[in-house]
């Protein structure tokens, strides 16, 4: 037998639903992942969020049933007017979720002005063979290679350290052949601190320093990040966001 689940407290939405239009109405911003919602086959009630946590999009048809009007609104100042339902737009950004079936909200690396020095270093071995090319045409080859290979060096540690933060905890990864990374959940944070420093900070690239009330020092930092401030303020609304939930 099929489980279906029964929402509490939505009108819109009064008959049992399956797993995958649980996960469009979460997709389309029409539940919260903190709903509640009733098992038919076992009567025991659980979160959205656990119902579809993990799930891969599903397919078209599975939102057919959605896409028809449940009700029609009528206005009480005017008995006569019928208020059409109309499909909902789709939404511009496509909302992105981890494989734990978290929303994410920002997926970054560091920018590349964070390797500044390295980027310098390119282009001079660069401009070198691009002099060297008519006096010396195998020292002009080595300078070229010696820029490429700056330059993938530089592409490869940038790809390396990762920087994503979701509804539930913010982390950060590095490493090529073995993967480390250190997170911290968004209602455990005590302090965000943002460091702008020489040329990055008038290019708007900085440091976001993540600590906690059981730490006294750094847990997670993104390094040389664009936009930093704005970054450390969604963190913020998030907070603010799992608060008034918990109220």
Same mark, same amino acid.
Request: charged share 35%; proline share 9%; net charge negative.
């Given at each position: 037998m099929r489980v279906r689940y029964l929402l509490h407290h939505h009108p819109a939405f009064p008959g049992l639903l399956s797993k995958e239009e649980l996960y469009i109405l979460v997709e389309r911003s029409s539940l919260a992942r903190g709903d509640l919602c009733t098992d038919s086959a076992t009567g025991r009630d659980h979160t959205v969020g656990e119902v579809i946590s993990g799930m891969r999009p599903p397919g078209p048809s599975s939102s057919a049933r959605l896409d #028809?009007? /449940?009700?029609?609104?009528? !206005?009480?100042?005017?008995?006569?007017?019928?208020?059409? %339902?109309?499909?909902?737009?789709?939404?511009?950004?496509?909302? #992105?979720? /981890?494989?734990?079936?978290? !929303?994410?909200?920002?997926?970054?690396?560091?920018?590349? %002005?964070?390797?500044?020095?390295?980027?310098?270093l390119a282009f001079l071995l660069a401009l070198a063979a691009f002099m060297l090319v008519f006096f010396d045409e195998i020292g002009a080859v080595f300078a070229a290679v010696f820029a490429l290979v700056t330059l993938f060096c530089t592409y490869v540690i940038r790809s390396c350290r990762d920087y994503t933060v979701t509804e539930e905890r913010i982390e950060v990864q590095w490493g090529l052949l073995g993967k480390n990374s250190n997170e911290v959940r968004i209602c455990d944070i005590r302090s965000l601190d943002v460091r702008e420093k020489g040329l990055k900070g008038l290019l708007g690239i900085g440091t976001l320093d993540v600590s906690t009330a059981a730490n006294a020092g750094i847990e997670v930092s993104f390094q040389d990040i664009r936009k930093p401030h704005e970054l450390k303020e969604m963190i913020r609304s998030l907070q603010r966001g799992q608060k008034n939930q918990d109220d």
């Open positions: #028809r009007p /449940t009700y029609q609104e009528f !206005r009480a100042d005017s008995p006569e007017e019928i208020v059409e %339902w109309e499909p909902e737009e789709p939404e511009e950004e496509k909302i #992105r979720y /981890t494989a734990s079936g978290e !929303r994410l909200y920002y997926s970054a690396h560091p920018s590349w %002005w964070g390797y500044f020095k390295l980027l310098l």
